[in-house]
């Protein structure tokens, strides 16, 4: 016998259908929301699990002071340095590369006793310490002396040439005057003055020495700039 054709029960059938298709797509929406979020929270990153990188600043000092003071740490002394508020390129100039640690481990590689003691050209191993680093202007002026004791840049025979190289004056230089009638302080800027540890100048300018192209100004012993600090 053939089932009877229930109507009634048909349309309970599709009614129910309806609602089971209602939740379904209900179901499938949230699920849906919920792979959108999180797929925002772990690729977006606003919740990432994952630390920040935050970049190493590069090191700014303030300018420099009266009161600016840095000292030197060699393998035979601690010179403290005073740097001078009227020369600015030349001391921002001097303090970044003290910040960068450009001077630590390098050594003194030119010497003589009744002249000056200079370096801030090559570390220990006999490499320059920085061949790329820019050249500043000069600070020449009525008030530029360099007189015993006072700090200042090396350069080569051209103006505004400095670049890493320093020197200490061992004696007064301020009055020596070229074959050529230029004068000491007319070509290079002091830009600060030992104020402790002026023995120590005089030591590493007696260490001995010996000839370097043609100039009797090579230390035959290590004598390390071990680290430069501005400690105000």
């Keep these: 016998m053939a089932p009877k054709y229930n109507r009634k029960k048909q349309a309970q059938s599709k ?24 797929g925002v ?21 303030t300018p420099a002071t009266e009161n600016t003071k840095v000292l030197l740490e060699t393998s035979m002394g ?31 590689h030119r010497v003589l006793k009744d002249f000056m003691i200079q370096g801030g050209v090559l570390n220990k191993k006999g490499e320059l310490i920085d061949a790329s680093w820019p050249t500043i ?6 008030n530029n ?5 006072t700090i200042a840049m090396a350069k080569t025979n ?9 020197f200490i004056n061992t ?20 830009f600060g003055k030992v ?12 260490v001995p020495v010996t000839t370097n192209n043609g100039e009797k100004s090579q230390p035959t012993q290590t004598v390390t700039l071990i680290s430069a600090k501005i400690i105000s």
């Design 15 to 38: 009614a129910d259908s309806k609602g089971n298709s209602k939740l379904i797509y209900i179901i499938i929406g949230v699920l849906a929301i919920v792979v959108i979020i999180a």
């Design 41 to 61: 929270y772990f690729i977006g990153g606003f919740g990432s699990s994952k630390e920040p990188v935050t970049p190493t600043p590069t090191p700014n000092p």
């Design 78 to 108: 601690e010179i403290t340095i005073q740097l001078f508020d009227d020369k600015p390129v030349t001391t921002q100039n001097f303090l970044k590369l003290v910040a960068l640690g450009k001077y630590d481990n390098t050594v003194f």
């Design 137 to 142: 202007n000069d600070e020449i002026g009525s």
């Design 145 to 149: 002396h360099n007189y015993k004791y």
């Design 158 to 166: 051209e103006t505004n040439s400095a670049t890493t190289s320093f």
């Design 171 to 190: 004696v007064d230089n301020s009055e020596m005057v070229y074959d050529n009638g230029n004068r000491f302080d007319d070509i290079y800027t002091a």
């Design 195 to 206: 104020i402790k540890g002026q023995d120590v100048v005089d030591a590493i300018s007696k």
